[in-house]
């Protein structure tokens, strides 16, 4: 995208909901007494299964002069029996935006394995470790104006680890989660089909969050903050969904 362009605006939106993903929410029953699966990755299960749309923003250039909103969502599968010690879920989501026509656009796609346990002795307590893959492609198309099509691409690869906490408010449930990821990516630049840049490392970052479930369904709110190949300070993930 040339430096001419016009930069989204920056509005509440982009305030208030920045930039991923990595993180969802489904539903977590009222009834529900014990570990919810994923529920400190901010992804929470209460049956087998679990569907959720969010909203977010992506950034370009990594520093977020150039970024956009994206709107997806994501599905859950949880293997094995809710009794078993260790549960495991694979989870997989996309979210995309056109932008200025057909030729431009971003895509950002992952998909995570994670395992939760509850913690010894603190029933409330579960703990979650999960790894991952991740791809965003954007790209912007000349449009017939004579100048080159550009992109960008990047690669992520996070290791994670968090814990949650369920607070009980009449017939919801309220459980904040923190999360570390420690991810590798590697981000290239292209111009004219031809790659101009190439950039790989490693990054530790952090995600804090809340969500409100009553019955099968459930907010969410999450708050990622140093995020390699997305804005410089931090994103919100905004998610809504149910689980069965």
Do not use: C
Not at 80 to 104: E, H, N, Y
Not at 109 to 137: D, F, H, K, Y
Not at 152 to 180: E, K, N
């Amino acid at each position: 995208m040339s430096a001419s362009q016009k930069q989204p605006s920056q509005s509440t939106f982009g305030r208030n909901v920045i930039a991923t993903s990595l993180l969802l929410a489904t539903g977590l029953g009222a009834g529900a007494t014990g570990s919810s699966a994923q529920e400190a990755i901010g992804v929470p299960f209460i049956g087998k299964n679990h569907l959720s749309f969010y909203t977010t923003e992506v950034s370009q250039d990594g520093i977020g002069v150039e970024r956009t909103a994206i709107f997806g969502g994501a599905y859950g599968r949880a293997f094995g029996g809710r009794t078993d010690p260790v549960q495991i879920s694979m989870i997989v989501r996309a979210g995309a935006r056109p932008l200025d026509d057909l030729t431009s656009g971003v895509l950002d796609a992952a998909t995570t394995l994670a395992a939760t346990r509850q913690a010894p002795g603190i029933e409330r307590l579960s703990l979650t470790a999960a790894a991952g893959v991740g791809v965003m492609l954007w790209g912007q198309g000349s449009a017939g104006d004579g100048l080159p099509d550009t992109g960008r691409s990047s690669l992520r690869v996070p290791l994670s680890a968090g814990a949650a906490y369920r607070l009980r408010a009449g017939g919801a449930t309220i459980a904040p989660f923190a999360m570390l990821t420690t991810a590798y990516s590697r981000e290239s630049d292209h111009v004219g089909g031809q790659r101009i840049g190439l950039d790989s490392g490693w990054r530790v970052g952090h995600t804090t969050g809340v969500s409100l479930s009553f019955t099968e369904m459930v907010l969410s709110v999450a708050d990622v903050r140093r995020e390699r190949g997305m804005p410089n300070h931090h994103r919100v993930v905004f998610s809504v969904g149910m689980s069965w």
